[in-house]
């Protein structure tokens, strides 16, 4: 979600996004040349933020073949928002990032934080630009001190103890930052520090790190909110990573999709989520490997309410999966005569050259955006070495593999 940068020539921003493009890498450079062809599910996507912004949570499922335009989708959609003022993140599902994980894809998601026009992360310029004497801060400060902000005391402890320490004392200010960010903060330190402001009896019960990550999120949201942003939007992409999990982390993740996806955030809460994936994810994996019926099976059958609520919520995380993919629409002939003419303008500029008719490949209905775009690409880059030379393209298709992968769940401790 780079910029292209000020005093930056047409032709290093054309080359900038003809090398992204080649590479299926959806910079904002390329997003910015070729625009989405999605426009039914940027119309839901507006929707969403609407209803977000109005303290209604929820997300959107995507899902198209691998070189679809899933990414490339992601990208202009944090555009969009980022124009209209939204705090955006963006989480790709890796091992070092399992969606099973709340604790590191609160961390992903909170370090990736960006609103335009700032340098730092969204949560460390929220914080600073708060008016600690303004309405923003005191309904903020009453909201997570609420019963029905379901926040552990930490939060409005931090909060209240950020308005004394911001232009105070910058390193405790610092260590609230960074708790505020997903990392732990010292409880003695904490009770200490709020005997000092006035707080006989600070009770500060302990929390599971996995809870304290779950209510991170609507926390920051409201904090982005009073300090001037519609909502925080967090886009999550490669999702279909979680089909080589084991099956403990597979319900695990499909419990957390769920959670994204329903807005279990509580009341109020300013916050959309956004999830891509491949669309045979639900045939290869929760049909072909029986998922609905075997994994709720196996996670109930430990008998503890623990497990009845993981394998209820697993449930509802494959529901959506099943029903509430939003397809991306194949490109048609008016969209491929359109990306192009844009193409070839672009590499022209790019190259400064003037880029003949090439052919590409056979417009089938199978056949993706990228390897179209990329047919193209290499197509004019060859001719523009050799002008004689006459390429064809040909196309082979790589199958997902959702093999189950156990060194996935190998990450490091926090």
């Known amino acids: 979600m780079t910029g292209s940068g000020a005093g930056v020539s047409p032709s290093v921003m054309g080359r900038r996004a003809i090398e992204a493009l080649r590479a299926g890498v959806p910079s904002r450079d390329a997003v910015a040349a070729l625009g989405s062809g999605q426009s039914a599910i940027e119309d839901r996507f507006q929707v969403l933020c609407g209803e977000a912004a109005d303290g209604n949570s929820g997300g959107l499922l995507l899902g198209g073949g691998f070189g679809a335009g899933k990414s490339h989708l992601l990208e202009h959609l944090a555009r969009l928002a980022l124009d209209a003022g939204w705090t955006v993140s963006r989480v790709v599902i890796s091992k070092e990032t399992p969606l099973y994980d709340p604790a590191k894809v609160f961390r992903a998601a909170a370090d ?7 340098a730092r992360p969204a949560i460390i310029e929220a914080a600073m630009a708060l008016d600690l004497d303004g309405r923003g801060y005191a309904e903020l400060l009453r909201w997570a001190a609420s019963s029905g902000a379901e926040l552990n005391e930490r939060f409005p ?6 308005a004394h320490a911001r232009e105070r004392d910058a390193a405790f200010a610092e260590t609230i930052l960074r708790f505020w960010s997903g990392d732990p903060i010292a409880v003695p330190e904490l009770k200490r520090r709020l005997k000092e402001i006035g707080e006989r009896r600070p009770n500060l019960p302990p929390v599971a790190v996995a809870e304290l990550a779950r209510q991170r999120p609507r926390f920051v949201a409201r904090l982005l909110a009073a300090a001037g942003s519609p909502g925080w939007l967090v886009l999550f992409d490669e999702v279909e990573l ?7 982390q597979r319900a695990k993740s499909y419990a957390e999709l769920s959670r994204w996806m329903r807005g279990e955030h509580g009341p109020g809460v300013p916050l959309a989520s956004v999830f891509a994936m491949t669309d045979d994810f639900e045939a290869e994996v929760i049909r072909n490997r029986n998922d609905q019926e075997l994994l709720p099976a196996k996670i109930r059958a430990k008998g503890t309410p623990e497990a009845d609520a993981l394998a209820a ?6 529901r959506i999966i099943d029903r509430e993919m939003h397809l991306l629409t194949p490109p048609d002939d008016v969209e491929l005569k359109q990306t192009y003419d844009r193409l070839r303008e672009l590499h022209g500029r790019a190259f400064r050259w003037q880029p003949p008719e090439v052919t590409g490949l056979e417009r089938l209905g199978a056949t993706r955006m990228r390897q179209y775009v990329r047919a193209w690409i ?6 523009r070495l050799d002008p004689g030379f006459r390429p064809e393209t040909e196309m082979v298709d790589v199958p997902s593999d959702y093999r189950e992968d156990p060194d996935l769940e190998r990450t ?3």
């Open 378 to 383: 290499n197509e004019w880059d060859l001719v």
């Open 313 to 318: 919520a697993a449930e509802v995380g494959m």
């Open 157 to 162: 402890a931090t909060l209240s103890l950020f």
């Open 412 to 414: 490091e401790p926090e």
């Open 242 to 248: 979680i089909g080589r999990y084991s099956l403990l």
């Open 112 to 118: 990736s934080a960006l609103r335009a026009g700032q």
